[in-house]
């Protein structure tokens, strides 16, 4: 048996790679048709205009459900290893998918309401995909502390606590680049601003800006890749049953 046969492993690992490959997708197309410069553009510039939007999109929707779905596996699988007894890990539990489908619905709410149509409502879906994503993490990362050494290892532990440090080093990086960036083209519309030259007013701050919402759409992305090994565990789908 191969390792992908193995649980339900498969489901992150398709997880990860249909949101990767829609990144990549989206970018390539973006950058050839010339609508976004090569040079770290936001990932929502490179679903804003057509052709590309319209299958990054389709299949930002697509990795929306595959979240739903890996979400709701984890937390059936925590539900089925933790013993009853256990109120304050199945409080954490429930938690932890009500976040993790809110971050989820975000993710449809981004890949619908371009940045350069309505604005604040892409703004919404970003701040549930990532901002409440972050919390999911959190709540995951303290549930394995909870759960180790007796149901996984402590590795499992610190690595997910290294990507949710991550995470939120992102998240706050990307939040104070974008004030600065903000603040220092008052008059400008910065969210339908697709092209920038090297140099000009507020670009060093545009540069972190999008370096770090990229650092922060795969240290999310990641994070579910630690998934794998607990999927694994046959009894992960009987317990789904």
Not at 109 to 122: D, G, I, P, S
């Amino acid at each position: 048996m191969w390792w992908f046969q193995q649980g339900l492993c498969v489901l992150p690992v398709v997880l990860v790679s249909w949101t990767s490959a829609t990144f990549i997708f989206a970018y390539i197309a973006a950058v050839v048709q010339k609508h976004v410069d090569p040079l770290l553009p936001y990932i929502s510039d490179t679903g804003t205009v057509a052709p590309e939007r319209c299958v990054f999109g389709l299949m930002l929707d697509v990795s929306s459900f595959l979240g739903i779905a890996t979400i709701y596996v984890r937390y059936k699988q925590v539900q089925g290893l933790v013993d009853q007894e256990e109120s304050r890990l199945h409080r954490l539990n429930q938690a932890g998918l009500v976040l993790g489908w809110i971050s989820s619905f975000g993710m449809c709410v981004v890949a619908n309401f371009q940045k350069t149509t309505l604005f604040f409502m892409h703004l919404v879906g970003a701040i549930l995909t990532f901002g409440i994503g972050a919390l999911y993490i959190l709540v995951q990362t303290v549930l394995s502390y909870y759960m180790q050494p007796l149901i996984h290892g402590k590795n499992i532990f610190f690595v997910r606590l290294a990507v949710g440090v991550w995470t939120f080093i992102s998240i706050i990086s990307m939040f104070v680049s974008s004030v600065i960036m903000y603040s220092s083209l008052v008059g400008v519309d910065v969210e339908k601003k697709l092209h920038w030259i090297p140099g000009e007013t507020g670009y060093t701050a545009h540069i972190i800006s999008t370096l770090s919402e990229w650092n922060l759409a795969f240290s999310f992305v990641s994070f579910f890749l630690t998934y794998i090994q607990d999927f694994q565990v046959m009894s992960c789908a009987k317990s789904v049953m």
